[in-house]
C-alpha cells in the first residue's frame, strides 16, 4: 500500500530522510574514532551532492540543479569563516557552545555581506 503526502510518496520521503540522516550520523560516529576520516568525509560536499540529486529526481528541472550549484558555490565561500573562528574560540579557551554560537554569528554575517557584494556585483543567486 502506497500513501500519498501532497502528490509524494510517503516512502519517498522516508527514504530521503534516512539516507541523509544514516550519513550524518556515520560521518559523526567515524569522526569519534579518526578525525581525519571523518574531516575527509565531511568535507565532501555530501549533503549538497544529495540536495542536488533529491531536487533531480523531484522536479527533472537540470537548470533547478544548475542553478542550486552556483548559489552553493557563492555561499560555501562565507562559510568557511565557521571553520576559521572556531578552532581559534576554542584554542582561546572559549566554552564550545559559545564558541560555536559565535561562529555561527560571524558566519551569518559573512553570509549578508556575501550577498550584498554579489548583488553590487549583478550576481543573482
Known amino acids: ?23 550524518i550520523v556515520a560521518i559523526s560516529e567515524i569522526s569519534k574514532r579518526n578525525s581525519l576520516i571523518g574531516a575527509v568525509l565531511a568535507s565532501i560536499p555530501l ?16 537548470t533547478k540543479v544548475s542553478n542550486l550549484s552556483s548559489s552553493i558555490f557563492w555561499l560555501v565561500l562565507p562559510s568557511l569563516i565557521l ?19 559565535i561562529s555561527i554569528g560571524l558566519t551569518s554575517l559573512c553570509y549578508l555581506l556575501m550577498l550584498a557584494v554579489l548583488n553590487y556585483f549583478g550576481v543573482k543567486l
Open 47 to 62: 549533503v549538497s551532492v544529495l540536495a542536488m540529486f533529491w531536487l533531480y529526481i523531484d522536479t527533472g528541472d537540470s
Open 83 to 101: 571553520f576559521l573562528a572556531l578552532p581559534v574560540l576554542l584554542k582561546l579557551e572559549f566554552h564550545f557552545y559559545w564558541a560555536i554560537a
Open 1 to 23: 500500500m502506497r500513501f500519498s503526502c501532497g502528490g509524494y510518496e510517503l516512502i519517498y520521503y522516508v527514504i530521503k530522510i534516512a539516507i541523509t540522516t544514516i550519513l
